[in-house]
């Protein structure tokens, strides 16, 4: 597997076949670990690679941006520099990104080398949930 963190066990336990965005919370590194600039130009070259991979399985980029501050909650331990929301078409073709030999072999070099701290969270559509009317 390509990830040695991915929570396939977790992931297997929601709908494959449905809809999936997910909020990426990125910590980087100062320097990135293959000596080739910051963990931001690191991930700056893991995003080149990644983009193309998610496209080419029906997702996309929604949104990126610095986090500023954290804005309710206790903000030990929650020092975050960087979240993107990614949407993929199921939770299948995440899955399938992950553990494909070339995200394992050319992209998650990059993000090891970048972050020093990387979390996924998988979320769903919840708005027909709260809709008032």
């Known amino acids: 597997m390509g990830v040695d963190l ?3 066990k977790g992931l297997s336990e929601l709908d494959l076949q449905a809809p999936v965005v997910m909020v990426n919370l990125m910590r980087f590194r100062e320097r990135s670990l293959d000596g080739d600039g910051s963990g931001w130009d690191a991930y700056l070259r893991y995003s080149a690679l990644t983009v193309p991979m998610i ?3 029906g997702g996309t980029l929604l949104w990126t941006g610095n986090a ?4 309710l ?3 030990t331990n929650q020092q975050w520099d960087y979240l993107a929301l990614v949407y993929y078409p199921t939770v299948s ?3 399938d990104m992950m553990t494909s030999a070339d995200y394992e072999n050319l ?3 990059h993000r090891r080398n970048g972050c020093a701290e990387h979390v996924i969270i998988a979320t769903r559509e919840a708005y027909s949930k709260f809709k008032r009317g």
């Open 107 to 109: 992209c998650d070099p």
């Open 68 to 71: 500023e501050t954290i804005a």
């Open 93 to 95: 073709a995440f899955i």
């Open 6 to 8: 991915l929570n396939v």
């Open 73 to 75: 909650g206790d903000p």
């Open 55 to 57: 496209r080419a399985r």
